[in-house]
């Protein structure tokens, strides 16, 4: 047994001597890859699909290992397509993970697609004051908004579900869409360069939809949905309590006032990462406003 421990760590120790920094490099690259891969499929679907797909393998070598000539063979052609079908499978949480990767400063630099704060701050200036003011407006009513600010990526496929407007925003266009009785308050305004560009919009559903809190409406679930699947700022304002919140990269904030929601957004739009202390109060379980009924 000595011996055998013995030859285990001279072994270890030989692997050792050998290794290189490029090596190290390798290993490091590759564990990040893996952790980010599981914490992109935790709590999702694709988790369950993982799962699937190893006891599958368990139960080839198990097949193989009793000899279940049958078995071996089906399990064995169902894994040799296992790439392909992973692929196909995982497609939502591929594309929005290179979706992601395309939403970093790099890439935005290096494809030349953004746009200077100057530009931003002279488009975006004005609307986001119509915006609080409307919220704020809304809110005293207890009226219920979905609006969706778009940023780098682009919401083409929701502003075809809706009308478009190309409206200039202010406290009267916000209020006339979103008062109950009109064809379009049904539905998320969407806004691009600080116009209105579509209502009556349809959003996605959550990835985590069976995760969130039940007490949420429709108009907080879609706003959660969008923000996970692009890198738009999503406000919500509750019919039930005219209580505003935000949803950003997946996440959901409350309790936001005039002051808090502008800093907000300067801050989003304008990509200033200073941090600056709003007092935003993250949405739990235990700690929920009543959804939205529509």
């Known amino acids: 047994m000595s011996f055998n421990i013995r030859d285990f760590f001279d072994g270890i120790l030989s692997v050792l001597s050998t290794l290189k920094f490029i090596d190290i490099l390798d290993v490091l690259i590759l564990t990040y890859v893996v952790y980010m891969v599981l914490k992109l499929i935790r709590e999702t679907r694709a988790g369950q699909l993982i799962k699937g797909i190893l006891l599958l393998v368990v139960g080839y070598f198990f097949a193989s290992l009793i000899q279940l000539k049958a078995v071996t063979f089906i399990l ?49 200036t004005p609307a986001i004051t119509a915006i609080c003011d409307s919220c704020v407006e809304l809110s005293a009513s207890c009226t219920g908004a979905l609006i969706v ?60 939809d069976e995760l969130i ?27 039930e309590t005219g209580q505003i919140s935000v949803a950003i990269n997946g996440v959901l904030t409350r309790d936001y006032t005039h002051e808090k929601l502008k800093t907000l957004l300067e801050n989003e739009i304008f990509n200033d990462k200073t941090e600056i202390a709003i007092g935003r109060k993250k949405l739990t379980s235990d700690d929920t406003e009543k959804g939205d009924s529509e």
């Open 213 to 239: 809190n039940k007490k949420l409406g429709s108009r907080h679930r879609a706003a959660i949905g969008m923000s996970e699947n692009s890198d738009a700022v999503v406000i919500v304002v509750s019919e």
């Open 149 to 208: 600010v778009e940023r780098q990526v682009k919401l083409g496929e929701q502003i075809e579900t809706g009308t478009i407007m190309n409206a200039v925003p202010s406290k009267e266009v916000f209020g006339n869409i979103f008062y109950p009785k009109t064809p379009l308050h049904d539905g998320a305004v969407i806004m691009r360069d600080g116009i209105i560009l579509a209502a009556a919009c349809f959003l996605p559903k959550p990835q985590k």
């Open 76 to 124: 064995k052609q169902t894994l040799s397509i296992g790439f392909l079908a992973m692929i196909i499978l995982f497609q939502p949480e591929l594309r929005r993970a290179l979706e992601k990767a395309g939403r970093t400063s790099f890439g935005i630099s290096f494809f030349g697609l953004g746009q200077t704060t100057s530009e931003l701050k002279q488009k975006w």
